[in-house]
Protein backbone atom coordinates (compact mmCIF):
# COMPACT_ATOMS: atom_id res chain seq x y z
CA UNK A 1 0.00 0.00 0.00
CA UNK A 2 1.31 3.21 -1.17
CA UNK A 3 -1.44 5.63 0.57
CA UNK A 4 0.36 8.43 2.79
CA UNK A 5 -1.78 10.27 5.37
CA UNK A 6 -2.63 13.99 4.61
CA UNK A 7 -0.53 16.67 5.84
CA UNK A 8 -2.81 18.12 7.81
CA UNK A 9 -3.05 15.41 9.70
CA UNK A 10 -0.98 14.47 12.69
CA UNK A 11 0.87 11.67 12.93
CA UNK A 12 1.86 9.66 15.60
CA UNK A 13 3.63 6.89 16.49
CA UNK A 14 3.97 4.35 18.97
CA UNK A 15 5.24 0.56 20.62
CA UNK A 16 2.96 -1.20 22.48
CA UNK A 17 3.98 -3.78 25.24
CA UNK A 18 3.00 -5.18 28.45
CA UNK A 19 3.90 -6.21 31.91
CA UNK A 20 1.93 -8.73 33.05
CA UNK A 21 -0.81 -8.19 31.27
CA UNK A 22 -0.72 -4.58 32.04
CA UNK A 23 -0.66 -2.44 28.50
CA UNK A 24 2.33 0.39 27.84
CA UNK A 25 1.47 2.63 25.11
CA UNK A 26 5.30 4.40 24.48
CA UNK A 27 4.64 7.54 22.23
CA UNK A 28 8.10 7.08 19.87
CA UNK A 29 7.49 10.10 17.58
CA UNK A 30 5.07 13.11 16.33
CA UNK A 31 5.21 15.12 19.48
CA UNK A 32 6.08 18.82 19.87
CA UNK A 33 8.71 19.44 22.23
CA UNK A 34 8.23 19.50 25.55
CA UNK A 35 9.88 22.34 27.56
CA UNK A 36 10.60 21.88 31.13
CA UNK A 37 13.59 21.81 33.86
CA UNK A 38 12.48 18.98 35.61
CA UNK A 39 9.96 16.16 34.02
CA UNK A 40 6.98 17.53 36.70
CA UNK A 41 7.31 20.75 34.70
CA UNK A 42 7.49 19.10 31.48
CA UNK A 43 4.48 16.83 32.64
CA UNK A 44 2.45 19.86 33.39
CA UNK A 45 3.24 21.34 30.38
CA UNK A 46 2.01 18.43 28.12
CA UNK A 47 -1.67 18.39 30.83
CA UNK A 48 -2.16 22.22 30.03
CA UNK A 49 -1.15 22.47 26.23
CA UNK A 50 -1.19 18.28 24.92
CA UNK A 51 -4.08 16.75 26.70
CA UNK A 52 -5.74 15.95 23.78
CA UNK A 53 -3.07 13.66 22.38
CA UNK A 54 -3.64 11.62 25.99
CA UNK A 55 -7.28 11.40 25.62
CA UNK A 56 -6.83 10.96 21.69
CA UNK A 57 -4.35 7.75 22.63
CA UNK A 58 -5.55 6.49 25.50
CA UNK A 59 -9.54 6.61 25.23
CA UNK A 60 -11.72 5.08 22.27
CA UNK A 61 -11.47 4.40 19.22
CA UNK A 62 -7.71 4.32 19.64
CA UNK A 63 -7.60 3.03 22.99
CA UNK A 64 -9.72 1.69 26.07
CA UNK A 65 -10.48 2.76 29.24
CA UNK A 66 -8.11 0.51 30.48
CA UNK A 67 -5.00 1.79 28.84
CA UNK A 68 -1.76 3.09 29.71
CA UNK A 69 1.38 5.30 28.35
CA UNK A 70 4.31 6.43 28.60
CA UNK A 71 5.79 9.72 26.84
CA UNK A 72 10.12 9.62 26.75
CA UNK A 73 11.62 12.92 27.10
CA UNK A 74 15.02 14.03 27.54
CA UNK A 75 16.74 13.77 30.89
CA UNK A 76 16.12 16.13 33.17
CA UNK A 77 19.29 15.45 35.07
CA UNK A 78 22.60 15.59 34.11
CA UNK A 79 23.70 11.52 34.37
CA UNK A 80 19.90 10.82 33.49
CA UNK A 81 19.54 8.15 30.56
CA UNK A 82 15.75 9.01 29.76
CA UNK A 83 12.92 11.11 31.38
CA UNK A 84 9.16 9.66 31.61
CA UNK A 85 5.78 10.51 32.37
CA UNK A 86 2.97 8.73 32.53
CA UNK A 87 -0.89 8.46 31.40
CA UNK A 88 -3.81 6.91 31.78
CA UNK A 89 -7.69 7.06 31.51
CA UNK A 90 -8.15 9.93 34.22
CA UNK A 91 -4.95 12.43 33.26
CA UNK A 92 -1.25 11.47 34.35
CA UNK A 93 0.42 9.33 37.34
CA UNK A 94 3.61 10.00 38.91
CA UNK A 95 5.21 6.78 38.98
CA UNK A 96 4.39 3.78 37.65
CA UNK A 97 6.46 0.73 37.88
CA UNK A 98 4.84 -1.82 35.04
CA UNK A 99 5.58 1.15 32.92
CA UNK A 100 9.50 1.55 34.05
CA UNK A 101 10.01 -2.52 33.24
CA UNK A 102 8.11 -1.88 29.80
CA UNK A 103 10.31 0.72 28.94
CA UNK A 104 13.22 -0.48 29.60
CA UNK A 105 12.80 -3.59 27.58
CA UNK A 106 11.66 -1.88 24.58
CA UNK A 107 14.00 1.19 24.64
CA UNK A 108 17.14 -1.61 24.97
CA UNK A 109 15.57 -4.24 22.51
CA UNK A 110 14.73 -1.82 20.12
CA UNK A 111 17.65 -0.10 20.33
CA UNK A 112 16.32 3.43 20.72
CA UNK A 113 18.93 3.78 23.93
CA UNK A 114 22.28 1.28 22.86
CA UNK A 115 23.99 -0.43 26.14
CA UNK A 116 26.28 -3.14 26.24
CA UNK A 117 26.57 -5.72 28.46
CA UNK A 118 24.60 -8.78 29.86
CA UNK A 119 23.01 -6.34 32.49
CA UNK A 120 23.07 -2.50 30.94
CA UNK A 121 21.61 0.21 33.42
CA UNK A 122 19.00 3.06 32.80
CA UNK A 123 18.57 6.41 34.39
CA UNK A 124 15.28 7.10 34.54
CA UNK A 125 14.18 10.73 35.15
CA UNK A 126 9.95 10.33 36.66
CA UNK A 127 7.57 13.12 38.28
CA UNK A 128 8.42 11.07 41.32
CA UNK A 129 12.57 11.39 41.17
CA UNK A 130 15.21 9.20 39.94
CA UNK A 131 14.21 5.33 39.29
CA UNK A 132 17.08 3.31 38.57
CA UNK A 133 16.18 0.12 36.49
CA UNK A 134 18.88 -2.96 35.50
CA UNK A 135 17.55 -5.31 32.31
CA UNK A 136 18.65 -8.82 32.33
CA UNK A 137 19.54 -9.92 28.98
CA UNK A 138 19.51 -13.55 27.24
CA UNK A 139 21.48 -14.02 24.12
CA UNK A 140 21.11 -10.14 23.44
CA UNK A 141 17.17 -9.87 24.61
CA UNK A 142 15.82 -8.70 27.44
CA UNK A 143 14.33 -11.25 29.85
CA UNK A 144 13.51 -9.72 33.17
CA UNK A 145 13.70 -5.98 34.13
CA UNK A 146 14.45 -4.84 38.07
CA UNK A 147 14.22 -1.38 39.30
CA UNK A 148 15.06 0.40 42.08
CA UNK A 149 12.09 2.65 43.35
CA UNK A 150 11.64 6.03 45.25
CA UNK A 151 11.89 6.04 48.73
CA UNK A 152 8.23 4.24 49.98
CA UNK A 153 6.78 5.04 53.24
CA UNK A 154 3.64 4.33 55.65
CA UNK A 155 1.38 7.00 55.23
CA UNK A 156 -1.17 6.38 57.68
CA UNK A 157 -1.79 2.74 59.64
CA UNK A 158 -4.88 1.03 61.06
CA UNK A 159 -7.41 3.92 59.64
CA UNK A 160 -11.35 2.65 59.58
CA UNK A 161 -13.94 4.87 57.57
CA UNK A 162 -17.83 4.19 56.67
CA UNK A 163 -18.48 3.47 52.86
CA UNK A 164 -21.94 3.24 51.37
CA UNK A 165 -22.83 0.31 50.35
CA UNK A 166 -19.91 -1.21 51.67
CA UNK A 167 -19.93 -0.93 55.66
CA UNK A 168 -16.84 -0.02 57.69
CA UNK A 169 -13.87 -0.26 55.85
CA UNK A 170 -10.06 -1.23 57.34
CA UNK A 171 -7.24 0.61 55.31
CA UNK A 172 -3.85 2.15 55.67
CA UNK A 173 -2.42 4.58 53.42
CA UNK A 174 1.35 3.82 52.09
CA UNK A 175 3.47 5.67 48.86
CA UNK A 176 5.34 3.69 46.54
CA UNK A 177 5.94 6.41 43.92
CA UNK A 178 1.69 6.88 44.15
CA UNK A 179 -0.21 6.73 47.44
CA UNK A 180 -2.58 4.03 47.78
CA UNK A 181 -5.71 3.05 50.52
CA UNK A 182 -4.67 -0.48 51.20
CA UNK A 183 -7.87 -3.24 51.93
CA UNK A 184 -7.69 -6.70 53.04
CA UNK A 185 -10.25 -8.56 51.12
CA UNK A 186 -10.88 -11.44 53.09
CA UNK A 187 -12.26 -8.98 55.40
CA UNK A 188 -14.36 -6.96 53.27
CA UNK A 189 -15.67 -10.27 51.50
CA UNK A 190 -14.69 -9.71 48.08
CA UNK A 191 -12.88 -12.23 45.76
CA UNK A 192 -9.91 -11.28 43.44
CA UNK A 193 -10.24 -13.01 40.25
CA UNK A 194 -11.15 -11.95 37.06
CA UNK A 195 -14.82 -12.72 36.96
CA UNK A 196 -14.53 -10.48 40.17
CA UNK A 197 -13.68 -7.30 38.07
CA UNK A 198 -16.85 -5.37 38.18
CA UNK A 199 -17.00 -5.25 42.20
CA UNK A 200 -13.77 -4.59 42.96
CA UNK A 201 -13.87 -1.14 40.39
CA UNK A 202 -17.27 -0.42 42.38
CA UNK A 203 -15.83 -0.95 45.53
CA UNK A 204 -12.49 0.39 44.56
CA UNK A 205 -14.18 3.35 43.49
CA UNK A 206 -16.20 3.94 46.44
CA UNK A 207 -12.98 3.26 48.64
CA UNK A 208 -10.92 5.67 47.23
CA UNK A 209 -13.31 8.58 47.03
CA UNK A 210 -14.40 8.23 50.88
CA UNK A 211 -10.89 8.01 51.93
CA UNK A 212 -10.31 10.88 49.68
CA UNK A 213 -12.76 12.36 51.73
CA UNK A 214 -11.62 12.27 54.89
CA UNK A 215 -7.94 11.90 54.95
CA UNK A 216 -6.06 14.85 53.32
CA UNK A 217 -3.00 13.65 51.36
CA UNK A 218 0.32 15.71 51.75
CA UNK A 219 3.40 14.44 49.91
CA UNK A 220 6.37 15.51 52.33
CA UNK A 221 7.91 17.42 48.91
CA UNK A 222 5.92 17.94 45.78
CA UNK A 223 2.56 19.14 45.90
CA UNK A 224 1.98 17.60 42.63
CA UNK A 225 2.14 14.34 43.73
CA UNK A 226 -0.47 14.49 46.86
CA UNK A 227 -3.36 12.86 45.87
CA UNK A 228 -4.48 9.73 46.21
CA UNK A 229 -3.94 7.16 43.17
CA UNK A 230 -5.90 4.21 44.30
CA UNK A 231 -7.17 1.28 46.21
CA UNK A 232 -5.38 -1.83 46.70
CA UNK A 233 -7.13 -4.99 47.46
CA UNK A 234 -4.72 -7.24 49.02
CA UNK A 235 -5.63 -11.35 49.66
CA UNK A 236 -4.29 -15.00 49.18
CA UNK A 237 -2.59 -15.87 46.31
CA UNK A 238 -3.80 -18.75 44.27
CA UNK A 239 -0.21 -20.35 44.38
CA UNK A 240 0.52 -21.39 48.03
CA UNK A 241 4.03 -20.82 47.36
CA UNK A 242 3.73 -16.99 46.74
CA UNK A 243 3.15 -14.15 48.91
CA UNK A 244 -0.12 -13.17 48.57
CA UNK A 245 -2.49 -11.32 45.89
CA UNK A 246 -2.76 -7.57 44.84
CA UNK A 247 -5.16 -6.04 42.64
CA UNK A 248 -4.98 -2.49 42.20
CA UNK A 249 -7.99 -0.31 41.05
CA UNK A 250 -6.32 3.03 40.12
CA UNK A 251 -7.23 6.53 38.48
CA UNK A 252 -11.16 6.21 37.11
CA UNK A 253 -11.46 2.83 37.95
CA UNK A 254 -8.92 1.35 36.15
CA UNK A 255 -7.89 -2.35 37.19
CA UNK A 256 -4.20 -3.41 37.13
CA UNK A 257 -3.69 -6.68 35.15
CA UNK A 258 -0.01 -6.73 37.29
CA UNK A 259 0.63 -7.08 40.43
CA UNK A 260 1.00 -2.69 40.26
CA UNK A 261 4.93 -1.88 40.74
CA UNK A 262 4.16 1.42 42.83
CA UNK A 263 2.13 -0.62 44.81
CA UNK A 264 3.95 -3.58 45.99
CA UNK A 265 6.56 -0.73 46.85
CA UNK A 266 4.09 0.39 49.10
CA UNK A 267 3.43 -2.86 50.43
CA UNK A 268 7.11 -3.31 51.05
CA UNK A 269 6.69 -0.58 53.66
CA UNK A 270 3.54 -1.23 54.98
CA UNK A 271 4.64 -4.86 55.80
CA UNK A 272 8.40 -3.47 57.22
CA UNK A 273 6.40 -1.18 59.24
CA UNK A 274 5.15 -4.52 60.63
CA UNK A 275 8.17 -6.08 61.22
CA UNK A 276 6.89 -8.53 58.64
CA UNK A 277 9.58 -8.09 55.82
CA UNK A 278 13.18 -6.95 56.65
CA UNK A 279 15.70 -5.82 54.16
CA UNK A 280 16.72 -8.61 51.21
CA UNK A 281 14.23 -10.66 51.89
CA UNK A 282 11.91 -11.09 48.96
CA UNK A 283 8.14 -11.53 48.39
CA UNK A 284 6.32 -12.70 45.66
CA UNK A 285 2.90 -11.16 44.52
CA UNK A 286 0.34 -11.97 42.22
CA UNK A 287 -1.99 -10.17 39.94
CA UNK A 288 -5.72 -10.43 39.31
CA UNK A 289 -4.25 -12.31 35.99
CA UNK A 290 -1.51 -14.49 38.25
CA UNK A 291 1.17 -12.29 36.83
CA UNK A 292 4.40 -12.10 39.46
CA UNK A 293 6.46 -9.58 41.01
CA UNK A 294 8.92 -9.70 43.13
CA UNK A 295 9.73 -6.97 45.88
CA UNK A 296 12.56 -6.54 48.45
CA UNK A 297 13.73 -3.95 50.91
CA UNK A 298 17.33 -2.95 49.09
CA UNK A 299 17.79 -0.47 52.35
CA UNK A 300 16.42 1.73 54.80
CA UNK A 301 16.10 5.22 54.95
CA UNK A 302 14.31 8.43 55.67
CA UNK A 303 12.27 10.49 53.32
CA UNK A 304 11.25 14.27 55.13
CA UNK A 305 9.75 13.12 58.30
CA UNK A 306 9.06 9.17 57.49
CA UNK A 307 10.95 5.98 58.00
CA UNK A 308 11.40 4.54 54.23
CA UNK A 309 12.13 1.46 52.42
CA UNK A 310 13.71 1.78 49.08
CA UNK A 311 12.25 -0.97 47.41
CA UNK A 312 14.03 -3.34 45.07
CA UNK A 313 11.07 -4.56 41.93
CA UNK A 314 11.47 -7.10 39.17
CA UNK A 315 9.27 -8.29 36.52
CA UNK A 316 9.17 -8.87 33.29
CA UNK A 317 7.48 -7.71 29.98
CA UNK A 318 6.74 -8.14 25.99
CA UNK A 319 6.22 -5.79 23.14
CA UNK A 320 3.15 -6.46 21.61
CA UNK A 321 2.65 -3.56 18.50
CA UNK A 322 4.09 -0.79 16.73
CA UNK A 323 1.24 1.56 15.31
CA UNK A 324 1.21 4.69 13.66
CA UNK A 325 -1.85 6.61 14.82
CA UNK A 326 -3.44 9.67 12.57
CA UNK A 327 -5.45 12.78 13.78
CA UNK A 328 -7.49 13.83 11.20
CA UNK A 329 -8.68 17.97 12.14
CA UNK A 330 -12.13 17.27 10.61
CA UNK A 331 -12.68 14.38 12.73
CA UNK A 332 -15.32 15.30 15.62
CA UNK A 333 -14.21 12.29 17.66
CA UNK A 334 -10.29 12.99 17.14
CA UNK A 335 -9.85 13.60 21.14
CA UNK A 336 -11.82 10.05 21.64
CA UNK A 337 -14.29 9.28 24.22
CA UNK A 338 -14.62 7.04 27.07
CA UNK A 339 -17.13 5.22 28.60
CA UNK A 340 -16.55 4.26 32.36
Not at 216 to 232: A, C, Q, V
Not at 326 to 336: H, R, V
Request: net charge negative; charged share 25%.
Amino acid sequence: MTWTPPKTWNTITTIDAHTGGEPLRIITGGLPEIPGKSVLEKRRYFRDHLDHIRTGLMWEPRGHADQYGAVLTTPTTPDGDLGTFFLHNEGYSTMCGHAIIAITKTVLDTGIIEKEGETPVLKLDTPAGRVVATAYRKNGTVEKVSFINVPSFVYKLDQTIEVSGIGTVEYDVAYGGAFYAFCNADKLGIGLKGKDQDQLVDWGRKIKYAVMDALPIHHPFEEDLSFLYGTIFIGKPENPAHHSRNVCIFAEGEVDRCPTGTGVSARAALHHARAELQPEKSIRIESILGTLFDVEIAELSRFGDYEAVIPKVTGTASIIGKNEFYFDPKDDLQKGFIFR
